[in-house]
């Protein structure tokens, strides 16, 4: 199947530093990529849908101007954490969604991240 | 409002028993639904999917089977293997429009030897 990349699979930070994560769609272009968190012991939350070459759209309650997302091209969207804070602290993941396809999503490894 | 919905949020199976997941959903434009295997520190992986024009579909161990008009959908595994204990996700996207897609909280699922 279709492959998805992050980097770096695990990041730990001092608070109130940036933190950036990579997603790629390897085989594949993806118009549309989505970034999830997942706090301990609780479903995967959709933070923000991120569409190439224009403005990410984010779900109620997450700040965009503390998660940037940036989908320059249509295999790389990122993710940067700004002014980290340990609540910050969890497993983000990625997925894109093959624009080539029947829109079936393909998942990231995920990225841990740990704000001291 | 939850439109995912796992109420267990977790199972214990025998090996070689069947282990029967559940997943209910509110939301009448959902029109596929797959489920996902997630280890701890992992990135989740599909395990099998199903079309709303479908009530079943199968694939080696696993089995899934969906009920439009109860909103709800199963994930079969049998026989269970210890190497199935992991949490399990259901989740569900309108795939018209290409939307993300909406998970359960997922169903921790213990299979003993």
């Known amino acids: 199947g279709a492959v998805v990349s992050q980097h770096p699979s695990w990041v730990i930070c001092k608070s109130g530093t940036s933190v950036k994560i990579e997603c790629r769609s390897l085989d594949f272009q993806a118009t549309t990529m989505f970034w999830y968190r997942q706090f301990p012991k609780q479903s995967l939350m959709l933070m923000a849908t991120s569409n190439e070459g224009s403005k990410a759209t984010y779900e109620q309650g997450v700040e965009k101007d503390k998660f940037l997302i940036n989908h320059a091209s249509l295999t790389l969207s990122t993710l940067t954490v700004t002014s980290a804070h340990p609540e910050d602290s969890s497993f983000y993941i990625c997925s894109a969604r093959d624009s080539g396809g029947n829109n079936e999503q393909f998942f990231g490894p995920g990225t841990r991240l740990t704000v001291l | 409002d939850q439109q995912v919905k796992q109420n267990s949020p977790s199972l214990s199976v025998q090996e070689g028993r069947i282990s029967i997941l559940n997943c209910d959903y509110t939301n009448s434009m959902f029109d596929y639904f797959l489920w996902y295997k997630k280890y701890p520190a992992e990135g989740p992986t599909f395990l099998i999917s199903?079309?709303?024009?479908?009530d079943k579909n199968e694939d080696g161990r696993f089995t899934v089977f969906l009920n439009k008009s109860a909103k709800h959908l199963s994930l079969h595994i049998v026989p269970s293997q210890p190497g199935d204990s992991a949490v399990y996700f259901c989740a569900a996207t309108d795939q018209q429009a290409g939307t993300a897609l909406i998970f359960g909280k997922g169903t921790t699922l213990s299979v003993s030897s």
């Open positions: 199903i079309s709303s024009i479908k």
